[in-house]
């Protein structure tokens, strides 16, 4: 199983910027699967989860509203949408898929892993 994130950049404060995560190898129709994110000196942090059954969307006080997380059943991906992007959301922003949305909120149960991809917001 292999989950592959992209799209992370150097954007302009207020700008917009969009993650994907394709999944290959298996699907995960009863998962949870988002995004977390880890700043220079910072503990990783929970940002945003989309139930694969239902669509149902979850997100971190800090990105409420301005992120959004969705999902392409037909292409096993997952994507985080970011407008207004500000210099505190810098940070590699990892994917990740877990067994329940209340684990993956609290950071456990995270069976599968991508590797990180790296979003540079500029001031």
């Known amino acids: 199983v292999q989950l592959q994130a992209s799209g992370g950049g150097l954007v302009q404060a207020g700008g917009s910027l969009r993650l994907s995560c394709a999944v290959s190898?298996?699907?995960?129709?009863?998962?949870?699967m988002g995004w977390f994110r880890q700043a220079p000196g910072k503990e990783r942090e929970f940002v945003s989860v989309i139930r694969w059954s239902s669509g149902s969307t979850y997100y971190a006080d800090s990105v409420k509203g301005r992120f959004t997380v969705s999902r392409d059943n037909a292409k096993n991906t997952v994507y985080l949408q970011m407008n207004s992007l500000k210099a505190e959301d810098t940070a590699v922003y990892y994917c990740a898929a877990g067994s329940s949305v209340g684990g993956f909120i609290r950071g456990e149960n995270l069976n599968y892993w991508g590797q990180g991809t790296l979003v540079t917001v500029s001031s």
């Open positions: 190898g298996r699907t995960f129709s009863s998962y949870g």
